[in-house]
Nanobody
């Protein structure tokens, strides 16, 4: 059974940094695509970034390029989202998600992921 456990959310001021972690258990780590999504009340879940654990290819939503970095530690079965230069619009609940069978064209689509973490709140204040 695949489980995702997130950690690292919290409160930070504009311009600050946070690192989110997503530990993946169950399944074969290198077969997964792991994505980070975020959601604010009343809005649809939004793609943030993703990484192919087998090859390391990364994908980013345009508004976070150059500010966020997704990475993996295969030894720890963990994916990280390093967030820098945070702004008010980054405030959201952040979710990690994983799937073993995604094709590239589906990576940004939250509906294509089979496994989800519980979510972690990120609050950016001025």
């Amino acid at each position: 059974q695949v489980q995702l456990v997130e950690s690292g959310g919290g409160s930070v001021q504009v311009g600050g940094s946070l690192r989110l972690s997503c530990e993946v258990s169950g399944g074969t780590f290198r077969r997964f695509v792991v994505g980070w999504f975020r959601q604010t009340p009343g809005k649809e879940r939004e793609f943030v970034a993703a990484i192919k654990l087998g090859g390391g290819a990364t994908y980013y939503e345009d508004s976070v390029k150059g500010r966020f970095t997704i990475s993996r530690d295969n030894a720890k079965n963990t994916v990280y989202l390093q967030m820098s230069s945070l702004n008010l619009e980054d405030t959201a609940v952040y979710y990690c998600a994983a799937d073993q069978h995604l094709i590239q064209s589906s990576i940004r689509n939250f509906g294509e992921y089979d496994y989800w973490g519980q979510g972690t709140q990120v609050t950016v204040s001025s």
